[in-house]
């Protein structure tokens, strides 16, 4: 038997799911979480499509689970997340989790990243993808993002670049995102480290499709990131 999150931590944990363009991806992601029993915090990111509609059907099902923010524009990833964790801090909750809501990551993992926190063996996870099933343009990008985390943040990570994180409330109240995009990952990793927040790397099982694959970090975001990560020295 492995690890199992029992009732009272599931309604103490919020999962952060920043959701941009996704009505046709989004739905089973909430549904599954919500049948484990976890309480969400979805950020339309200014879709374009129908994804705050189909997130509003899916409250009506799960009213007490799931609570909407909705920005009026699409402000990006890392401004997102800011937005999910500045909202969390209203339920006081003692976990966070962040997902992505296109569906690449598997619910059943939230037992994985959660453990070390719920133990107490750390204050943050980071969910590490298997590289060996990552397309290799992604997984070029990640080896070169995980390189540039090393450099410019000094600290060495399996996955900087990951979406599926965890995190304690108390970690989470010293830590300061600005990140608009998706350096927000790395960004979250140099908070974690600079305020001696212990961590653990968890693997994960990820989901590629053919939309998910056209998403997040391949070698030319890796590059805007490069740009973002110099700037942000000065």
């Known amino acids: 038997m492995g690890f199992k999150v029992s009732k009272e931590d599931k309604k103490e944990t919020y999962v952060i799911l920043p959701a941009y363009n996704e009505a046709t991806r989004i739905k089973p992601v909430i549904e599954e979480i919500a049948e ?27 009213p007490d689970k799931i609570h909407i923010y909705s920005h009026i524009i699409n402000r990006g990833v890392g401004v997102a997340m800011q937005t999910g964790f500045d909202a969390v801090l209203k339920y006081n909750p003692k976990y966070i989790v962040n997902m992505d809501s296109d569906g690449q990551h598997d619910a059943n993992d939230l037992e994985n990243v959660l453990e070390p926190l719920i133990t107490g063996r750390a204050q943050a996870v980071i969910g590490v993808r298997p590289l060996k099933d990552m397309p290799l343009s992604r997984n070029i990008a990640n080896a070169i993002m995980n390189l540039l985390t090393r450099i410019f943040y000094k600290v060495d990570v399996s996955d900087s670049q990951t979406g599926f994180r965890a995190i304690t409330i108390d970690a989470l109240k010293k830590i300061n995102i600005n990140a608009r995009g998706y350096l927000i990952s790395s960004e979250f990793i140099r908070e974690v480290n600079d305020n001696k927040i212990p961590f653990e790397e968890v693997q994960i099982k990820t989901i590629y499709t053919p939309e998910t694959q056209a998403k997040g970090t391949n ?8 740009i973002q990560m110099i700037k942000h020295q000065f």
């Open 36 to 62: 484990k029993g976890y309480n969400m915090i979805i950020v339309n990111d200014g879709s374009s499509d129908n994804t705050l509609e189909v997130i509003k059907e899916t409250k009506e099902k799960y």
């Open 219 to 226: 070698v030319t975001v890796a590059f805007k990131i490069l």
